[in-house]
């Protein structure tokens, strides 16, 4: 336990102390022990290391250092070695005996533990190298692969809560307001809206106490990158929270979070514990007499949470349900009372405004957007992770050079932005550059991050199903349009991907959607059009297809297609009649395989096996 | 005051007014399925949607819930408002294919089913505009109804769907729905009255001899009112 930290020059010192316990040339294994390595078993492997560094007593020449996510969670288990930057990814649970005694002891590189590039098929050595990281500007996410979320000091040792200590004793809370509208921080949960306004209207509003929430209640299928900061990271969450606090003039807080996100709790639960026992937290904060404190509210899993006006609901104790904005949050949000709300990656980013400064940080970014953006890269995406590229990157530069392309080979064919009420982008799009404006410009948004990326092989009709289909279940039911209108629509996609849809479908789901759209009540409603209209705007030929001719593009909806052989490309190696759970595919070794299509159910397995593409979809 | 313009008309107001309430008090006519005099506005049915100009932003909102400002333009036939009321409506037919309520307001508004939507097969007349919960807690006072689930899923039921232990028979909720959808039993005497799956006992008029309140409301209202009983035994007509 850390005694408490009376000052911003006791804050210094304590720095300086642990910065220099800190050997740079001492050699150091980091191990990504974030949510999806640990999926991976990493925590046998860092057991493992453990066990191993302790048999060979070298527990005090080698520091062991388990960190939050470092994003390339396609390669996972991953391990990095200091001071050289050794990068092993895919590492076998048993593998760490042999890298302790050849890499760390003999300085040896164990070849198949290194990440080929696929592009070149060279191996590659040094993490700063590979593709993946080599593109990105990893400002906010990068700090995750330098501290254990469990330790407060390796926090300060990397000068976390300087900035605090800058804000409390060096800076008025005006100052600090103007500082973040200069850098025009904006909101990072979806909205966009301009943090610094957003303090700037909380502070004047009247109305005691304020609250300050950090909204943590991250729902979007396939988005993991407010998780991967609470849960790697949490210091840097608290301290731009604790910042914003002073410069709106709150002492209470709230941390909004998903219940299930249980590593990200339990890291926040002990970084608050921590905080409050430096004295960076809670009463006198820095012997500064500011008082601030935070109160962590687990929520229950309803997407709508993460809607201002829900989440209030939710942590006033009652349903989730939005309310009517006309009045906002920043004069009556919790209890009635001024509120800021912002989000996980929004606070992250105060530190480094605050810091460093607002030119510098509105010098990266684009003219409307500034610093960097953490996005969530999935889907039919050769390096699937968390990328965090500055404002105004290109969709070509995260898909291709980050991201590494399509698997497969496959053609390109959309990427889905902005979570489930997002939109799909099309090819035509890939050079233009991400930033808040442009996405919304057509038709998207950027939303809290999200990227999924389709390929060929995608129905965007099955997409726009799919995403409706999900606003349907995380509808609060409040409203009708919502409510009852997003299920009509979902039920016409369903039609139309069954082969059922009829001429006019499209203008109505059109007609629908504009409705939707002026009618809901929140955001979840007046954005749930977005899939089918943008899928709609961009993909309309698959509509037609499905609805005139009966017939689906892709190959996906079950009861447009039916699989067969075709026989000039198999070469009857039977791996098809080997996956097939029916007995559909069938045939003898080294001969043309057939398939019964009353067998058939039509899952996919043969056309994802076949080495040849010999499996006919139509 | 504060001076807006519904529909060309310039109107005054007083602060704190809604789009709503103000409109009405000027005799313009705008549908509503969630809005009772008695309870404060929830906005859930979408019915009362207007377009509100305000300095240079034009944007959809319920009027219900909007609160008058200075220079506030309002339409309240606007192409985009009909187009939501239309849409609301046709849903909550589709929803509701029984309820004789909302096709009486379909009818009144010119507005026709959507054919392509087909028709809920469970024979619910709930529309969910709430009026039934606001009720029972917020004039009533007693919380027996409530909602379950969320989205499309969403009922009004009482805790657990269980027969309710709360409930005082009162019959405001069944009063205050809009489409017909609580239904509440009398016996042919007058003795018994049924609502969610209870059986309430009724009182007679210690003067007229009807039967006219619930022993169990009667029980509630000198419990939370501090009147005693034997004050309640004479009905609303004999007083």
């Known amino acids: 336990m850390m005694s408490k930290i009376k000052s911003f020059d006791e804050l210094k010192s304590v720095q300086e102390r642990l910065k220099a316990g800190r050997d740079p040339k001492k050699p150091c294994i980091t191990i990504c022990v974030g949510t999806g390595c640990l999926a991976y078993g990493t925590q046998k492997l860092v057991d493992n290391f453990r066990e191993e560094l302790t048999k060979r007593n070298l527990t005090e020449k080698i520091d062991f250092r388990t ?18 930057k050794v990068f092993y990814q ?86 600090i307001i103007q500082e973040v509208i200069k850098a025009n921080l904006r909101g990072r949960g979806g909205g966009g809206f301009p943090a610094g306004w957003k303090w700037d209207e909380t502070r004047k509003a009247e109305g005691e106490p304020k609250y ?24 840097l969450v608290l301290e731009g929270m604790i910042i914003g606090a002073f410069a709106i003039g709150s002492s209470q807080g709230y941390i909004y979070a998903r219940n299930e996100y249980p590593l990200a709790i339990k890291n926040i639960t002990l970084a608050i514990k921590q905080a409050r026992e430096a004295g960076l937290l809670g009463e006198n904060i820095l012997g500064t007499g500011f008082s601030f404190d935070v ?57 480094f405004i605050i810091e460093k400064g607002a030119d510098w940080y509105a010098s990266i970014g684009t003219a409307g957007s500034k610093g960097t953006k953490i996005f969530s890269l999935v889907g039919k995406i050769n390096n699937t992770g ?91 039911g409040k409203c009708v349009p919502c409510r009852e209108g997003v299920r009509r629509m979902r039920d016409i996609l369903a039609d139309i991907a069954d082969g059922k849809g009829k001429e006019g479908d499209v203008e109505l789901l059109e007609k629908m959607s504009k409705a939707i759209i002026d009618g809901s009540l929140c955001a979840l409603g007046s954005s749930a059009p977005n899939p089918v209209l943008s899928t709609i705007r961009y993909f309309r030929d698959e509509y037609e297809a499905h609805i005139k001719e009966k017939r689906c593009p892709a190959g996906v909806c079950k009861a447009l297609i039916t699989y067969s052989v075709d026989a000039e490309k198999c070469t009857g190696c039977t791996v098809c009649s080997k996956v097939c759970p029916t007995g559909a595919a069938s045939g003898e070794r080294k001969k043309v395989h057939s398939i019964d299509t009353e067998k058939c159910t039509k899952c996919g397995a043969c056309r994802e096996s076949c080495k040849f593409d010999a499996i006919i979809v139509r | 005051m504060i001076n807006l313009t519904i529909n060309n008309k310039k109107i005054e107001a007083e602060d704190g007014q809604t789009v709503l309430e103000v409109a009405r008090e000027n005799g313009i006519v705008i549908p509503t399925l969630c809005s009772h005099e008695s309870l404060e506005p929830s906005g859930a049915c979408r019915l009362c949607v207007v377009e509100a100009k305000q300095g240079k932003r034009t944007r959809i909102v319920t009027s219900c819930l909007y609160p008058v400002a200075e220079g506030l333009i309002v339409d309240t036939k606007s192409e985009r408002v009909i187009e939501v009321r239309r849409l609301v409506l046709q849903l909550l037919l589709a929803r509701c294919p029984e309820s004789v309520q909302l096709k009486e307001l379909a009818a009144e508004l010119g507005i026709e089913p959507e054919l392509r939507f087909t028709p809920d097969k469970d024979s619910s007349k709930c529309i969910l505009c709430r009026m039934c919960v606001r009720t029972c807690e917020k004039v009533v006072g007693v919380c027996a109804i409530g909602f379950s689930y969320r989205g499309s899923e969403k009922n009004v039921c009482t805790p657990f769907q269980e027969d309710s232990v709360s409930c005082i028979g009162c019959g405001a909720c069944a009063y205050v729905c809009p489409s017909g959808h609580i239904e509440m039993e009398t016996s042919e005497s007058g003795d018994i009255r049924k609502i969610w799956g209870r059986t309430f006992k009724m009182k007679t008029c210690k003067v007229c001899g009807r039967y006219f309140a619930p022993e169990d409301q009667l029980a509630f209202i000198s419990k939370t009112s501090g009147v005693p009983i034997e004050d309640l035994a004479v009905c609303v007509s004999c007083r």
């Open chain 1, 67 to 84: 960190t939050g996510c470092h994003g390339f969670c396609e390669r996972g288990p991953m391990i990095v070695i200091s001071p050289d």
């Open chain 1, 212 to 235: 300050v929430i950090c909204n943590a209640d991250e729902g979007d299928p396939g988005a993991y990158m407010d998780r991967s900061l609470l849960e790697g990271n949490p210091h």
């Open chain 1, 295 to 351: 109160k962590i509210n687990r929520g229950g899993g309803a997407f709508v949470c993460g809607e201002s006006s829900a989440l209030f609901a939710s942590l006033e104790g009652r349903a989730g349900e939005p309310r009517a904005k006309y009045i906002h949050a920043t004069h009556k949000g919790l209890y009635d009372k001024p509120t800021n709300l912002n989000n996980v990656e929004t606070w992250a980013n105060v530190p």
């Open chain 1, 90 to 175: 895919r590492v076998g649970l048993a593998d760490a005996g042999e890298i302790i005694d050849k890499t760390l002891l003999k300085g040896e590189i164990i070849e198949r533990l290194l990440y080929v590039d696929p592009a070149t098929g060279k191996k590659i050595v040094h993490e700063d190298d590979v593709p993946f990281y080599k593109k990105q500007t990893r400002l906010v996410f990068g700090q995750n692969s330098k501290v254990d979320p469990e330790s407060l000091e390796d926090y300060l040792a990397i000068g976390g809560y300087s900035a605090l200590g800058k804000a409390l004793t060096g800076m008025k809370p005006e100052a």
């Open chain 1, 386 to 476: 968390l990328v965090e590229v500055p404002m105004g990157t290109t969709l070509r530069e995260i898909v291709f050079e980050i991201g590494g392309g399509i698997p497969d080979g496959r053609k390109f064919k959309a990427i889905q932005t902005g979570g489930p009420s997002g939109g799909c982008i099309p090819e035509k799009y890939l050079d233009m550059h991400v930033d808040f404006d442009e996405l919304t410009k057509i038709g998207s948004m950027m939303g809290s991050g999200g990227m999924i990326v389709m390929d060929e092989r995608n129905c965007m009709v099955d997409v726009a199903k799919y995403f409706t289909n999900f606003l349907v279940s995380e509808s609060c």
